[in-house]
Nanobody, 119 residues
Framework: QVQLVESGGGLVQVGGSLRLSCAAS????????MGWYRQAPGKQRELVAI???????NYADSVKGRFTISRDNAKNTVVLQMNSLKPEDTAAYYC?????????????WGQGTQVTVSS
């Protein structure tokens, strides 16, 4: 089992910045990817940014140029730096980790942290 603990989030005004952090712990054999998803009320959970082992990074089109994801493989942490925040960024943000290999490969989720952008 892998546990993901998130920190950061909160209330910020339009144009402001926030930093989300996530640390993985537990039975970590191999983390294939770590990243962030978000879910706004009444909407489906969507990918925000993900860092895949080997260096590939994917961002949602809506956050490109404003958000930056970084990952520390040695510490099993991932950080999402969010700049130029907009009201439409308001959502619960969830850390995600893809860990293991073969039949033991699983996805894990954090408990979520709320980001609210006020106009």
């Amino acid at each position: 089992q892998v546990q993901l603990v998130e920190s950061g989030g909160g209330l910020v005004q339009v144009g402001g910045s926030l930093r989300l952090s996530c640390a993985a712990s537990g039975s970590i054999f191999r983390i294939n990817a770590m990243g962030w998803y978000r879910q706004a009320p009444g909407k489906q959970r969507e990918l925000v940014a993900i860092h895949i082992s080997g260096g590939r990074i994917n961002y949602a089109d809506s956050v490109k140029g404003r958000f930056t994801i970084s990952r520390d493989n040695a510490k099993n942490t991932v950080v999402l730096q969010m700049n130029s925040l907009k009201p439409e960024d308001t959502a619960a943000y969830y850390c995600y980790a893809d860990s293991g290999y073969g039949s033991s490969r699983l996805g894990y989720w954090g408990q979520g942290t709320q980001v609210t952008v006020s106009s």
